[in-house]
């Protein structure tokens, strides 16, 4: 069958999260969005795992499922279509660890089967360091020793490099990372079958670099609120079940791609001075010697910069198959454009329940249903950005430096 899959996510336990971030409104959201495998995430914080326990039962797949359908403030607004919402156990870990003399700071996802082998992992890493503190730890512990920690738990346990060029927390980030799989994991790197794009880069950026092509190339959404699900989805045509979705990871069959979000919308895509008012390409800021043609200090380099150094092939690959992509984007922002007010506006807010209500869920509404049938329900002006947005027919001014990138529908083609 078919299905949506969201497995990076954080509850409120983790820092600088919703208070919403539990397990019920995850589900009200998942079904909002359409997304019919979500992440528990955090599973290695003790107050979140004992909810965990207390309010989802095994649904025989190596997935769970809420033991009582909820009824959220949500679920009573939007009225989404019925979906039996399945919840994978994640967790996420930030590694700081020293190798030679030089700090590193890599996280990691990590995915286990069943609640067991979840005992057996935070046994090892209570040890270590205090998961009591933050849904996602910040542990002394090298990312490649977490990597055996999970294997030896489980051969069914994994482990995902997480937003794998975010330039301070990920295994190739510029400022914290490595300079490759193998200098990371070295004996062990055939464990790792799958890498995290993150929502500054997109598969056509990752396949520019020859090294990862073995790699499945996920992508998830890195909520901190359930609202945020789905900003960035993977899609399996499997058997339901952890086994079948980890071997279409493993082999790439059953793994259909993913839906992106605009690498270019990160805060960190291009290079920059925010002050200066100065974003450059990366041959741009060569050109200047990686110094600001305005004031003269050293650029802020973006995750554009980081993978075309790494980069082997010289222009974004658009791929299709199981390396294949769309570009989404959440729907509060499209009616935004539309409506010329902002996402969390009444304005934008009642045409979201009112498309919702009508079409079932969000992704389905953003790409699949057709634009005559939408233009009848909801007016040619909605209908006509949603086309725009499935033709790629968008154009971006990028984020640099700490500033949001932005969308504009129309006048401009994406990555062409
Ligand atoms: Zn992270
Ligand atoms: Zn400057």
Request: aromatic content about 8%; proline content about 5%; glycine content about 10%.
């Amino acid at each position: 069958m078919q299905y949506r899959a969201d497995l990076h996510i954080h509850s409120k336990y983790s820092i600088a999260t919703s208070k919403h971030a539990d397990l019920e409104n995850y589900y009200s959201w998942a079904r909002i969005k359409g997304i019919r495998i979500i992440g528990t995430g955090d599973f290695t914080h003790h107050g979140w795992l004992g909810e965990i326990k207390e309010k989802l039962e095994p649904a025989g797949n190596g997935f769970f499922r809420l033991k009582e359908k909820p009824v959220t403030e949500a679920l009573t607004l939007f009225k989404p279509a019925p979906l039996d919402v399945l919840f994978c156990l994640t967790s996420e870990i930030s590694s700081v660890f020293k190798r030679d003399g030089r700090t590193y700071r890599v996280h990691s996802l990590i995915f286990a089967p069943d609640l067991e082998t979840v005992s057996r992992i935070r046994k090892k890493l209570e040890i270590i360091g205090n998961i009591g503190s933050d849904g996602r730890p910040i542990l002394r512990l090298d990312t490649k020793d977490l990597l055996e920690i999970v294997r030896d738990a489980s051969p069914d346990a994994y482990l995902i490099p997480a937003h794998i060029w975010t330039p301070w927390y990920s295994v190739f980030g510029s400022k914290s990372g490595f300079n490759s799989m193998n200098e990371c994991f070295a004996d062990l790197t055939d464990e790792i079958f799958a890498l995290e794009t993150g929502l500054s880069s997109d598969p056509g950026m990752n396949r520019m670099w020859s090294d990862l092509d073995r790699f499945t190339l996920v992508s998830n959404s890195d909520a901190h609120s359930p609202n945020k699900l789905g900003r960035e989805v993977n899609l399996f045509s499997t058997d339901l079940g952890y086994e079948a979705m980890f071997s279409a990871l493993k082999t790439k069959d059953g793994f259909n791609g993913t839906y992106e979000y605009f690498p270019e919308k990160g805060k960190y895509h291009l290079d920059g001075h925010r002050k200066c008012g100065v974003c450059l390409t990366p041959e741009e800021t060569d050109k200047h010697k990686g110094r600001c043609p305005v004031c003269g200090k050293p650029l802020t380099i973006g995750v554009m910069h980081r993978v075309a150094d790494c980069a082997d092939r010289k222009k974004p690959l658009k791929p299709s198959g199981p390396d294949g992509y769309r570009y989404i984007m959440p729907l509060d922002e499209l009616l935004s454009t539309v409506a010329d007010c902002g996402a969390g506006t009444k304005t934008v807010q009642v045409l979201l329940v009112k498309l919702i209500r009508l079409y079932g869920d969000e992704l389905t509404t953003v790409l699949d249903i057709p634009a005559e049938r939408i233009s009848k329900d909801a007016g040619e002006d909605i209908a006509g950005a949603l086309v725009k947005l499935r033709r790629g027919d968008i154009s971006l001014s990028p984020g640099f430096d700490g500033q949001f990138g932005t969308v504009k529908m129309g006048t401009g083609e994406h990555l062409k």
